[in-house]
C-alpha cells in the first residue's frame, strides 16, 4: 500500500475516496430502484436496504463493511486509521462488483427503452 501511498495523508485520502465511491453505488442501486436512501454513511444499513431490494453482493461486503463505514469518518478526524493491504484490496473489489451491477442494469434498461421506441 506505502508504494501507491507514500505518505499518511495520501492513504486517508484514498480510503475515504473509497469509501464515499461504494457508498454512492449503494444508494445510486436504491434510487435506481425507485426508492430513497437513508441519509447515513453506514455501509450496512445501505447493504440492506439494497439486499430487500432482491440485491445480492459477494462475501467481500460482509467482510469489509464495518472498516468502510469507519474509514468515512476517521480518515477525517483520527489520524491514525486501522488498514491493511488486504482490507484496501477487498473494498476496491467491493467496488468494482457494485459498479459493474450498476453498468449493467443501466445498460440493460437502455436496452429495453430502445426496443420499445
Known amino acids: 500500500m506505502e ?3 507514500p505518505d499518511e495523508f495520501a492513504v486517508r485520502t484514498a480510503l ?6 461504494v457508498e454512492k453505488s449503494l444508494k445510486a442501486i436504491i434510487l435506481y430502484n425507485g426508492e430513497s436512501p ?6 450496512d444499513k445501505l447493504a440492506e436496504h439494497c439486499k430487500k431490494l432482491g440485491e445480492t453482493f459477494s462475501d467481500n461486503l460482509e467482510h469489509i463493511a464495518d472498516s468502510l463505514t469507519l474509514w468515512e469518518s476517521k480518515s477525517r478526524y483520527d489520524p491514525y486509521i486501522t488498514f491493511s493491504q488486504k482490507k484496501y484490496d477487498t ?11 450498476l453498468v449493467l442494469a443501466m445498460n440493460q434498461n437502455y436496452e429495453e ?3 420499445e421506441t
Open 3 to 5: 508504494s501507491y501511498f
Open 16 to 21: 475515504y475516496h473509497l469509501q464515499q465511491a
Open 38 to 43: 437513508a441519509f447515513t454513511h453506514d455501509i
Open 91 to 101: 473494498a476496491k473489489l467491493l467496488y468494482e462488483e457494485i459498479h459493474e451491477k
Open 113 to 115: 427503452t430502445e426496443e
